[in-house]
């Protein structure tokens, strides 16, 4: 399955996230923070849907009330 999703709040624009049997194979953010998106799309390639959503949920970034990981979360909430 392959999840397209447009965060909001954040600066990244859209988010592709790749799953296959509850496990996350790839995932690509366009736009936002260059370092901070590629290093969190490689740390939950390979991890379960509800690890990486535990993990990442409810994350803020400065005064924003989400974060690209936390937008990451709820794009992974559609796989389940």
Do not use: F
């Amino acid at each position: 399955m392959i999840i397209e999703y447009d965060p909001q709040g954040v600066c990244a624009r859209h988010m592709t996230i790749e799953v296959e049997n509850g496990v996350i194979q790839s995932a690509r953010t366009l736009g936002g923070c260059p370092g901070n998106s590629v290093a969190v799309t490689r740390l939950i390639e390979g991890m379960r849907v509800e690890e990486a959503i535990r993990r990442l949920e409810g994350i803020r970034c400065g005064n924003k009330s989400t974060s690209c990981p936390d937008q990451i979360a709820k794009a992974l909430k559609q796989a389940l």
